[in-house]
Nanobody
Framework: QVQLVESGGGLVQAGGSLRLSCATSGLIFSNYEMGWFRRAPGKEREFVAAIRSSGGTTYYVDSVKGRFTISRDNAKKTVYLQMNSLKPEDTAVYYC???????????WGQGTQITVSS
């Protein structure tokens, strides 16, 4: 049974930082591309960042480039999202997801709430 469990969410003031973690089990983590998505109130789910299975290539939505950093520890089967210079518009539920490269994301976590106050 595949499980993805996010942690590290919370309330932070604008300009602050948070680090999200997503611990996985039940899959060969090193074979999977990992992604972070978010859903803000009243909006569609949005891609935030992704990291290839080897960890050598990363992708970001333009709105977080230079502020967020995705990383992974294949030994710990965990993916991270370091979020700096947070803005109120970053407020959302953040989800981690996994996919076999080239396929759709088919494993999802339950989400963790990030609230950025102005």
């Amino acid at each position: 049974q595949v499980q993805l469990v996010e942690s590290g969410g919370g309330l932070v003031q604008a300009g602050g930082s948070l680090r999200l973690s997503c611990a996985t089990s039940g899959l060969i983590f090193s074979n999977y591309e990992m992604g972070w998505f978010r859903r803000a109130p009243g909006k569609e789910r949005e891609f935030v960042a992704a990291i290839r299975s080897s960890g050598g290539t990363t992708y970001y939505v333009d709105s977080v480039k230079g502020r967020f950093t995705i990383s992974r520890d294949n030994a710990k089967k965990t993916v991270y999202l370091q979020m700096n210079s947070l803005k109120p518009e970053d407020t959302a539920v953040y989800y981690c997801a996994a996919r076999w490269e080239g396929n759709e994301y088919n494993y999802w976590g339950q989400g963790t709430q990030i609230t950025v106050s102005s």
